[in-house]
């Protein structure tokens, strides 16, 4: 499968927003404006600043709806201890590392394609942003991620929590040489 990247629309941000995850993995659905988020997702995907990609094959359309979205940078962080500091939105940390964010379409999930979606995200920054580390967060009990990131290269160097709206949340560091 060739992955190709493309800056986000307005389209493929509404169509990203609009994915509802299952069980436990509906914790990574568009948050509900009512729970307080001081954040606009749909701002955020579209903001060049920390740039957000849409994922399609090479052969689809543009008009077919994304696979898969990867983002670079102070969106993609989990809590304000990280940037505290930085002017926000940035692409790279001071250090030049590159924080990531990304999620394949709900009904394409488990099937074993999320390892060709991480790799090329990576390949995608080294070619455009040249990052010295990369580093990406994730839930402690989503194993079915943590398994993909693993094999894509990383390895957990810490742990972070805060106090979402939701309750507490405890996300694993992980971070990959360039
Ligand atoms: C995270 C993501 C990229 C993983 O890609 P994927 O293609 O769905 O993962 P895979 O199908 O390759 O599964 C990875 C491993 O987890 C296992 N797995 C699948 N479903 C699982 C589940 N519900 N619980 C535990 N393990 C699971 C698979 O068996 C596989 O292990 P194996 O290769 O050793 O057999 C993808 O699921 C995704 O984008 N999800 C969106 C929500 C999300 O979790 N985002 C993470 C943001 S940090």
């Known amino acids: 499968m060739s992955l190709v990247f493309t800056p ?20 990574y659905n568009s948050p509900d404006a009512a729970l307080g988020h001081d954040f606009d997702p749909l701002v955020e995907l579209l903001d060049p600043g920390s740039p957000h990609f849409a994922v399609r094959e090479s052969n689809d359309a543009t008009d077919v709806p994304p696979l898969g979205f990867f983002g670079y940078g102070s969106a993609c962080e989990v809590s304000a201890a990280e940037t505290q500091g930085l002017a926000t939105p940035y692409l790279l940390r001071p250090d030049g590392s590159a924080t990531i964010g990304l ?76």
């Not at 060709?116 to 580093?135: I, S």
């Not at 309750?167 to 360039?178: A, L, N, P, Q, S």
């Open 103 to 178: 999620g394949l379409r709900p009904d394409l999930t488990g099937q074993g394609r999320g390892l060709a979606l991480v790799k090329a995200g990576l390949a995608y920054a080294r070619d455009h942003y040249h990052p010295t580390l990369f580093r990406l967060y994730v839930f402690e009990w989503n194993q079915r991620a943590i398994r993909v990131y693993e094999r894509a290269g990383f390895v957990a160097v810490g742990q972070t929590s805060f106090t979402a709206p939701e309750g507490e949340r405890v996300f694993i560091e992980m971070t990959r040489v360039v």
């Open 8 to 27: 986000m629309t307005e389209a493929d941000a509404r169509a990203i927003l609009a994915w509802r995850y299952e069980g436990q993995y509906a914790v």
